[in-house]
């Protein structure tokens, strides 16, 4: 059978090998998954009885407005409930904004490494993609290829802070960056992890009621699979202008997300104490993790995440990522990237201090 | 800001009106929902446990591969995991087959009416329609209108039974039809309420394992939305040859599926005193709407299905689901789809009989 051409040039998908089940089979018994960024602290306690509230309501179609939802955004963001669109995950924002502007003919711009689905997702609409040398966002660097392919980029992103890297701009520099950007050109802030930054540098805080007043061409991306420890249920959203909501509702599938997640979403935003633990927990971790990078020679980039990237020389990240594996801990080795580093998530202390322990340990024979 | 030209052929989503909300402004107490095709009888016992006991899963991304829901889908149908993809609802089953196929020079073929999303899913990649003037399923108009323009049909759909009219085709006609079908044709088997056929009549059942042995063009569909009573979870999947397999699988974004939607259909599989049930329940109370049309000389089709459509030839369809909805009772008005007829869900037997006790009155009255 024939596919539309498009489809010649995607990668056939490789069935992932549960990682779990491998740390399993070197005899692991507690497996420390430090590879996705989840929250360490679990479900928040008002979204876990969301869903058992909500079980038995399984069988019903959502409310397809999703309003409850919506505008319990819109009144904590500032905006109008007309200004939000909910998806399965962020990542079905981003899926909806290139359908509705790539094509065969256009592009997108990034920095160097970022969130891998920009590129996935171009790629399936047979758009092309620019890339900063810079690996992190460097607002020169990205006007100058911005400047030099103005005609064809009409997606620009910006993730804030970046993932995989951690580094981020400051909301500041990023306003003024924006205003030599075309209007035709859809500018997507990724703020996925915007809170972390947030909360460690209020500079680095992006408004989107703010942004969205001054800048029509800006979609703001924010999600609960992160802060929210909603990562399992699929749930993100879109902020901005109501034109530019509009023309991705036109492409939203009905009932996009469920019943359970649109639920525990709403009840997630609304703990204000499972955020400020998760945040709290995350940050004097991650200065463990510093320190840890500093006592063995380690490079890494401060990080406005719940990830820390350590970079390496002459190690190789693939045969680190894979003692670390034999050991059941799981990171991610940023080798698909084109990098030779890792990513690990913050877990709890006592994960971390497990991870701590063993990666010392395969530094210093190896 | 331009978009894609597309858009400009697709409407504006119109926020739902919560039609639960407008009965309660009405007055009324308690509402009866028989607009969804909803499971009446909840969700399965087996599949409320799941959800519960992984609820405290929810932070925790879910098993990529699906393995669990895909094995045990190919187990119950004789078939390998290679050939089952599992989407959010089958509806997403349906874009991946539309985006894999269609395109704006192409087209899609199917009865005069059926599935709404077949043809949703096509405008937004500007393929073409073609439909039969019968409104059910007739072979020999779909394979003259298949004849006429072969070269441009890409999807060929057969909603088996029929949403939203009720029909079944029998299986040995339809393999035969197949036949004559090129093998460049893609034909989707919408099996969504096949259960309920197969139930009333052996006849109608559909044995994807056969079908896909003989056809590696076929891509059937089913869903835990209806007989499961899984239709807030959001889960379907598709089952076919695995190089069609394969070629869906480029398209599909990475964790289409939530944890619990995942864990809840693999137990609601095997919950096989709810499905009996469900399946009594429901041809049980299809003979009281037969019963009921009959007595009030009302036009219907037999269904194989779990709702019922009357049609109407002085009373205006419109008029009479608004009464309905004024005292507490949603059904669905076809007039979207061109009928003067509307679409009934069968539900409870206390909801039905509520349904028999007001729509009487009405029709007396009106």
Same mark, same amino acid.
């Given at each position: 059978?024939?596919?539309?051409?498009?489809?010649?040039?995607?990668?056939?998908?490789?069935?992932?090998?549960?990682?779990?089940?491998?740390?399993?089979?070197?005899?692991?018994?507690?497996?420390?998954?430090?590879?996705?960024?989840?929250?360490?602290?679990?479900?928040?306690?008002?979204?876990?009885?969301?869903?058992?509230?909500?079980?038995?309501?399984?069988?019903?179609?959502?409310?397809?407005?999703?309003?409850?939802?919506?505008?319990?955004?819109?009144?904590?963001?500032?905006?109008?409930?007309?200004?939000?669109?909910?998806?399965?995950?962020?990542?079905?924002?981003?899926?909806?904004?290139?359908?509705?502007?790539?094509?065969?003919?256009?592009?997108?711009?990034?920095?160097?490494?970022?969130?891998?689905?920009?590129?996935?997702?171009?790629?399936?609409?047979?758009?092309?993609?620019?890339?900063?040398?810079?690996?992190?966002?460097?607002?020169?660097?990205?006007?100058?290829?911005?400047?030099?392919?103005?005609?064809?980029?009409?997606?620009?992103?910006?993730?804030?802070?970046?993932?995989? =890297?951690?580094?981020?701009?400051? *909301?500041?520099?990023? $306003? &003024? +960056?924006? #205003?030599?950007?075309? /209007?035709?050109?859809?500018?997507?802030?990724?703020?996925?992890?915007?809170?972390?930054?947030?909360?460690?540098?209020?500079?680095?805080?992006?408004?989107?009621?703010?942004?969205?007043?001054?800048?029509?061409?800006?979609?703001?991306?924010?999600?609960?699979?992160?802060?929210?420890?909603?990562?399992?249920?699929?749930?993100?959203?879109?902020?901005?202008?109501?034109?530019?909501?509009?023309?991705?509702?036109?492409?939203?599938?009905?009932?996009?997300?469920?019943?359970?997640? =649109?639920?525990?979403?709403?009840? *997630?935003?609304?703990? $204000? &104490? +499972?955020? #400020?633990?998760?945040? /709290?927990?995350?940050?004097?971790?991650?200065?463990?993790?510093?320190?840890?990078?500093?006592?063995?020679?380690?490079?890494?980039?401060?990080?406005?995440?719940?990830?820390?990237?350590?970079?390496?020389?002459?190690?190789?990240?693939?045969?680190?990522?894979?003692?670390?594996?034999?050991?059941?801990?799981?990171?991610?080795?940023?080798?698909?990237?084109?990098?030779?580093?890792?990513?690990?998530?913050?877990?709890?202390?006592?994960?971390?201090?497990?991870?701590?322990?063993?990666?010392?340990?395969?530094?210093?024979?190896?």
């Amino acid at each position: 059978m024939q596919f539309n051409e498009i489809l010649n040039q995607l990668k056939t998908y490789e069935p992932g090998k549960d990682i779990e089940l491998i740390a399993k089979e070197y005899g692991v018994k507690e497996v420390i998954k430090l590879a996705s960024n989840e929250n360490p602290l679990g479900v928040s306690q008002k979204a876990l009885n969301a869903i058992i509230q909500n079980a038995s309501k399984a069988h019903l179609y959502p409310d397809d407005s999703m309003s409850e939802l919506r505008n319990a955004l819109a009144l904590k963001f500032g905006l109008k409930m007309q200004n939000v669109i909910i998806g399965a995950g962020s990542d079905q924002i981003i899926e909806l904004a290139t359908h509705a502007k790539l094509n065969h003919k256009n592009a997108f711009l990034q920095c160097g490494v970022s969130f891998a689905m920009y590129e996935i997702y171009a790629k399936q609409v047979g758009a092309k993609a620019y890339k900063t040398k810079s690996i992190t966002h460097d607002l020169n660097a990205l006007k100058s290829l911005y400047e030099e392919h103005k005609s064809e980029i009409k997606i620009l992103y910006l993730c804030l802070p970046n993932n995989p =890297l951690g580094e981020c701009l400051d *909301a500041f520099s990023v $306003e &003024e +960056f924006l #205003k030599d950007i075309d /209007e035709d050109c859809l500018i997507v802030i990724d703020a996925a992890y915007n809170e972390f930054a947030s909360f460690k540098d209020r500079e680095k805080h992006i408004d989107p009621a703010k942004l969205i007043k001054s800048f029509p061409n800006v979609l703001y991306l924010g999600t609960f699979s992160k802060l929210y420890g909603l990562g399992g249920l699929r749930v993100g959203y879109g902020m901005a202008d109501e034109e530019l909501i509009n023309a991705l509702y036109k492409l939203r599938a009905p009932f996009n997300v469920n019943i359970l997640a =649109l639920k525990a979403a709403t009840a *997630a935003l609304d703990d $204000e &104490e +499972f955020v #400020k633990n998760s945040l /709290e927990n995350n940050f004097s971790q991650m200065q463990e993790f510093e320190k840890f990078a500093r006592e063995n020679q380690l490079d890494f980039i401060p990080s406005y995440t719940n990830f820390i990237t350590y970079f390496f020389e002459e190690k190789n990240s693939s045969d680190l990522s894979e003692k670390l594996l034999k050991k059941g801990i799981i990171v991610r080795d940023l080798r698909s990237y084109g990098l030779n580093a890792i990513r690990i998530s913050i877990g709890k202390p006592y994960e971390n201090t497990r991870f701590f322990e063993e990666f010392e340990s395969i530094l210093k024979k190896n």
